[in-house]
């Protein structure tokens, strides 16, 4: 599976962002069969955003973000989105999107996303 990761950029405090992560390739409802995203910021480790099931009906979100951002997906489209509303400083990092396939680990930490795409820089100056 291929993930690539767009719509990021440099936007002001309290504005909106939606980035977009398109998946390619065979099995997608296998090998994506959970989608999220991660985050990381200058001189700090990746960190967990949100995560989506293929049918949407278990979503996660990361407590600094929970109430501004809306994770949801298009499955029609193979497209995953980050609705980001709100945002602050503290949002500034680079987005990454990832994918969990069917038999990978109940959890959700990085090691058991197998897909990556290559990321997207999102800023917001403080």
């Known amino acids: 599976v291929q993930l690539q990761a767009s719509g990021g950029g440099l936007v002001q405090t309290g504005d909106s962002l939606r980035l977009s992560c398109a998946a390619s390739g065979r099995m997608l409802q296998y090998y994506t069969n959970f989608m999220g995203w991660f985050r990381q910021a200058p001189g700090k480790e990746r960190e967990f955003v949100a995560v989506?099931?293929?049918?949407?009906?278990?979503?996660y979100y990361a407590d600094a973000v929970k109430g501004r951002f809306t994770i949801s997906r298009d499955n029609t489209k193979n497209t995953m989105y980050l609705q980001m509303n709100s945002l602050k400083s503290e949002d500034t990092a680079v987005y990454y999107c990832?994918?969990?396939?069917?038999?990978?680990?109940?959890?959700?930490?990085?090691?058991?996303?197998?897909?990556w795409g290559q990321g997207t820089q999102v800023t917001v100056p403080a």
């Open positions: 989506i099931s293929w049918s949407g009906g278990e979503i």
């Open positions: 990832a994918a969990k396939a069917r038999n990978a680990g109940s959890d959700f930490s990085q090691s058991v996303f197998g897909s």
